[in-house]
């Protein structure tokens, strides 16, 4: 299915940042200096492409397909809307800790550490249920036509959410970050 493979694609970026982060959450635990600039790009993408994107792209067309297709909302769809908010207050909690580290308070370092792990460990195993319970249950109920028109959803929601070529500078970001913390 295209659209639910987009998805999953989708996941597998999300994930190679979380592996960024959790380099730099060590480096924060151990006193070394954070790249600001990095780390802004992080929680901008956590932002923008994670949530008002994939998250969009989830919550106002793929759910609501597979509530049509008869999957009760009760359920695995719920407990993903849930966590989707639960992962929205620790990206605020993240932005809040790093306002108070970039004004020069190191002592919030262990909590900006801890909140950003506490949102890799939510998240990942999020996309583990996504990947192996949800999606599943959509594509066996899916027709070939619907998904067509999710795909094509998708790319409309992501080019209204957050613009045209911004999916491509995100990408460009995940190599570069890949390369300097991770390879």
Not at 142 to 156: G, H, P, R, V
């Amino acid at each position: 299915m295209k659209a639910i493979n987009q998805l999953k694609n989708e996941h597998e970026g999300i994930k190679i940042i979380f592996r960024v982060l959790r380099k730099m959450c060590e480096s924060l635990r151990f006193g070394q200096t954070l790249d600001k600039g990095h780390f802004e790009g992080i929680l901008e993408f956590f932002q923008i492409f994670v949530d008002k994107c994939h998250h969009g792209k989830e919550e106002d067309l793929l759910f609501p397909a597979m509530v049509q297709a008869g999957i009760p909302k009760q359920g695995p769809i719920e407990a993903m809307m849930s966590e989707h908010t639960a992962g929205r207050s620790h990206i605020k909690a993240i932005g809040r800790a790093f306002v108070e580290f970039k004004s020069g308070n190191i002592a919030i370092s262990e909590a900006l550490a801890n909140e950003c792990e506490q949102y890799i460990s939510l998240m990942l195993d999020h996309i583990y249920k996504e990947n192996n319970i949800l999606y599943p249950m959509g594509e066996s109920r899916f027709s070939k036509a619907i998904d067509e028109k999710l795909y094509q959803d998708f790319e409309t929601l992501e080019t209204e959410r957050i613009g045209k070529g911004k999916h491509e500078v995100f990408h460009e970001m995940i190599n570069r970050l890949t390369h300097i913390y991770i390879e």
